[in-house]
């Protein structure tokens, strides 16, 4: 087995250790946050040319596991922000028939969104303002990946459309269902 050089010693310093992320989603964006907690030099590519280009709509309902997630990879103030920003969490869930008379109502436990047991309920749009907070100075937009080099002694090339390319220790495919870095790896 040949280890990288980068990565042989357990006690090196993370600043050490370039991260390079595909995908400035919502989970490219969190692991962005927690990376950068830890002193991670870190860097985000999105093939969108702003944060705005894409208008997911619905909401996202957080659950506590993934409130514990996010509160241990933000700031302290930007998960403060994050659960101010969350609507009430639902208590309860009703179905209707095609008449919109109600067959079936379901009481959920209510909780206060300051609880840390209840769901944070945010639109996508918040979200990803949010978990972009901070991050203007590693997040490079109009970045659509279209291939990587990969030497298993060094580094990690990624080449995008527009002839530049990033290298790092580490490339992380965060551009979601349809991702072209995984794609490419299997």
């Given at each position: 087995?040949?280890?990288?050089?980068?990565?042989?010693?357990?006690?090196?310093?993370?600043?050490?250790?370039?991260?390079?992320?595909?995908?400035?989603?919502?989970?490219?964006?969190?692991?962005?946050?927690?990376?950068?907690?830890?002193?991670?030099?870190?860097?985000?590519?999105?093939?969108?040319?702003?944060?705005?280009?894409?208008?997911?709509?619905?909401?996202?309902?957080?659950?506590?596991?993934?409130?514990?997630?996010?509160?241990?990879?933000?700031?302290?103030?930007?998960?403060?922000?994050?659960?101010?920003?969350?609507?009430?969490?639902?208590?309860?869930?009703?179905?209707?028939?095609?008449?919109?008379?109600?067959?079936?109502?379901?009481?959920?436990?209510?909780?206060?969104?300051?609880?840390?047991?209840?769901?944070?309920?945010?639109?996508?749009?918040?979200?990803?303002?949010?978990?972009?907070?901070?991050?203007?100075?590693?997040?490079?937009?109009?970045?659509?990946?279209?291939?990587?080099e990969?030497?298993?002694r060094?580094?990690?090339t990624?080449?995008?459309?527009?002839?530049?390319t990033?290298?790092?220790?580490?490339?992380?495919?965060?551009?979601?269902?349809?991702?072209?870095?995984?794609?490419?790896?299997?």
């Open positions: 087995m040949i280890a990288s050089p980068q990565l042989e010693t357990s006690a090196m310093p993370r600043k050490d250790l370039r991260v390079r992320i595909i995908g400035a989603g919502t989970g490219g964006l969190c692991l962005a946050q927690g990376l950068r907690r830890d002193d991670v030099d870190v860097e985000l590519f999105e093939r969108d040319t702003t944060p705005t280009d894409r208008q997911q709509g619905y909401r996202l309902s957080i659950n506590a596991t993934g409130r514990c997630a996010l509160k241990a990879c933000l700031p302290d103030g930007l998960f403060e922000k994050l659960v101010a920003n969350c609507a009430k969490p639902s208590e309860s869930v009703s179905f209707l028939d095609h008449n919109l008379n109600r067959l079936l109502t379901i009481e959920l436990p209510h909780r206060d969104r300051r609880d840390a047991k209840s769901e944070l309920p945010i639109s996508r749009i918040a979200l990803r303002f949010i978990l972009s907070e901070g991050l203007d100075d590693v997040i490079h937009y109009g970045k659509k990946c279209v291939g990587f990969d030497d298993p060094s580094d990690v990624a080449h995008f459309e527009d002839g530049s990033t290298t790092g220790d580490v490339l992380i495919g965060a551009d979601g269902a349809s991702s072209y870095v995984r794609a490419a790896l299997t």
